[in-house]
C-alpha cells in the first residue's frame, strides 16, 4: 500500500483508508498476542482498562501518558467497550501523527454519558494532515472515531491548534455487553473480536 502512488486524490483517498485499517488491525492484533488487549474487558473498572490503553501506548511509542478517572466502575457494558477502543484509537492517533511530548487522558461522566478527553502537547491537526487526509492516516482515524461515536448516539470533538489537540468523546450509558459469539456491531461470528473495522 505504501509504494501505490497516490498523487491522484481517487486514488489517495481509498489508499489511505486501506492504509489506516491495515495499520488499526495490526495493532489490535499485536495486542491480542501481547495479552494485554483493553477490549476484553472482563471485570476490568473502566480506571484499569484506560490503565492498561496508556501503559501499552507508552511501551509501543515511549510517550508519557498520564491519565486521570472519575470512574471505577467495571467496564461492563458494550458503549464502556466502545469507549476504550475509542480511546486507544484517538492514542494511537496522536502518538504517530502529533509527534508529542505528552499526552493526557481522562474519563468521567456527567449521570447520562461517559466520556473521554484525549489531549495531546503536539503539533496539531493540520500540520499532521499535510495537504489533506489522503497523505495521513490521521484525517481516517478521526473519521473512524465520529463514525463510531454517531453509531452509538454518541458525539465526538476535536479541538486542535499548532500547540496540541483534545479530542472528547461522549457515549450513552446503558447499552448491554454483547453475548458471546456476537461483535460490537451485533454480528453472530465463531471467532474472538479482534476489530471492528
Do not use: Q, Y
Amino acid at each position: 500500500l505504501e509504494l501505490v502512488p497516490v498523487g491522484d486524490p481517487a486514488v489517495g483517498r481509498p489508499v489511505g483508508m486501506a492504509r489506516t485499517e491495515v495499520d488499526l488491525t495490526l495493532e489490535a492484533t499485536r495486542s491480542v498476542m501481547r495479552g494485554v488487549d483493553p477490549f476484553d474487558h472482563g471485570d476490568k473498572t473502566f480506571s484499569e482498562a484506560v490503565h492498561a490503553i496508556a501503559k501499552d501506548t507508552i511501551d509501543r511509542f515511549a510517550i508519557p501518558v498520564e491519565v486521570s478517572t472519575e470512574l471505577d466502575g467495571p467496564v461492563g457494558d458494550l458503549n464502556g467497550a466502545a469507549l476504550c477502543r475509542m480511546v486507544r484509537e484517538a492514542l494511537t492517533n496522536a502518538a504517530k501523527h502529533a509527534r508529542p511530548t505528552k499526552v493526557h487522558v481522562l474519563i468521567g461522566s456527567d449521570g447520562r454519558h461517559v466520556w473521554a478527553a484525549v489531549s495531546d502537547d503536539g503539533r496539531g491537526i493540520r500540520a499532521a494532515t499535510g495537504d489533506g487526509p489522503g497523505r495521513s492516516g490521521m484525517g481516517f482515524g478521526l473519521a473512524f472515531l465520529h463514525e463510531r461515536a454517531a453509531s452509538l448516539d454518541g458525539s465526538l470533538d476535536v479541538g486542535s491548534t499548532s500547540e496540541g489537540t483534545t479530542i472528547r468523546m461522549s457515549i450513552p450509558h446503558g447499552a448491554p455487553a454483547p453475548a458471546f459469539g456476537e461483535d460490537l456491531d451485533g454480528e453472530r461470528t465463531g471467532e474472538p473480536h479482534v476489530a471492528d473495522h
